[in-house]
């Protein structure tokens, strides 16, 4: 996930600009910690970080390009220098696997240029393995970054918390979906909850609309995502509708959330939403467009 996805879905505009400011600058903290409410965005802003570092085509402002073989990698967890340490079945983090972060902070990094160790839910860290950290966050490795997440900073030893550089995550703040990607959801939506095969690949048209489809070049790529991101802000508008729920619209209008509440409430919704979700993921992962987009109305 890029700084720019991370914008899109969590905000956080701010904390964006700081932290490409400083990894450009070759000034970024190498030990972070990113407290707020669970689901502002915290790991995925680590994830960013990491991208940011690594990518193998880093973009003129700075950000990851979010398609190289580095950024998939570390998006599915699985490239060699970005290690992730969580609580464990008992829910809490134990002192092994932070051993095990230490250790292999100490090793240069495999395949990119940075290492970048995560923890999430850092306030779950028993005290021996806070305690374990100390040096390492005090001094760490010139090619190693550290980054906590937590929801509950203050849980954390004052010795930890003293040794880290802490970034504030608030609530997203809703802010207006391009109207040019709305409309194009819009439309996708209504093909696909027609139900028939016809009218569905007519969503998936509408949600080529302007691109060369197949593949997808790196700008038609960025079409699709902004435009799933419109379709997923679309849908999670209808449920605040069709739930009466006290809370801000993400920009969907009346008469767009209207063509599709019967459609989409309740349970299609949810499914609708992990289904865009994944397609996210898989444009992210350098699916060909045109199949992500004949998929997904399948599944919406």
């Known amino acids: 996930m890029s700084f720019r996805d991370v914008i899109q879905q969590h905000g956080h505009k701010r904390i964006v600009e700081l932290l490409v400011r400083s990894a450009s600058r ?63 079945d008992s829910g809490s983090i134990k002192i092994d696997p932070i051993r095990d972060l230490i250790e292999q902070s100490g090793y240069r990094p ?12 850092a306030d779950m860290l028993v005290v021996a393995a806070q305690n374990a950290l100390l040096k390492t966050l005090e001094e760490p490795p010139a090619s190693s970054v550290f980054i906590l997440t937590t929801t509950r900073p203050d849980v954390l030893l004052a010795t930890v918390r003293s040794r880290c550089i802490r970034l504030t995550f608030r609530e997203h703040t809703p802010q207006e979906t391009d109207p040019d990607a709305l409309a194009i959801a819009v439309r996708t939506l209504v093909h696909a909850a027609a139900g028939e095969d016809s009218r569905r690949l007519e969503g998936a048209k509408e949600l080529l609309t302007g691109t060369g489809g197949g593949a997808g070049a790196a700008e038609d790529r960025e079409r699709v995502r902004t435009r799933l991101r419109a379709a997923g802000s679309l849908l999670r508008d209808i449920e ?22 019967q459609a989409y409430k309740g349970r299609r919704g949810v499914e609708a939403y992990a289904a865009i979700d994944a397609a996210i993921a898989a444009v992210d992962a350098n699916v060909g467009i045109k199949i992500v987009a004949d998929w997904l109305v399948l599944q919406v």
């Open 110 to 121: 495999f395949e990119g240029k940075r290492r970048v160790f995560i923890v999430d839910d």
């Open 26 to 88: 070759g000034t970024l903290p190498p030990s972070l910690i990113f407290s707020g409410p669970r689901g502002a965005g915290k790991h995925a802003m680590a994830l960013a970080v990491a991208q940011a570092l690594n990518c193998l085509q880093p973009q003129s402002d700075g950000d990851a390009c979010g398609v190289c073989q580095a950024c998939v990698r570390i998006a599915r967890g699985v490239h060699a220098d970005v290690f992730i340490a969580g609580p464990g």
């Open 240 to 261: 605040v509708v069709s739930t009466n729920a006290d809370v801000e619209l993400n920009g969907s209008d009346d008469a767009s959330l209207q063509r599709l509440v």
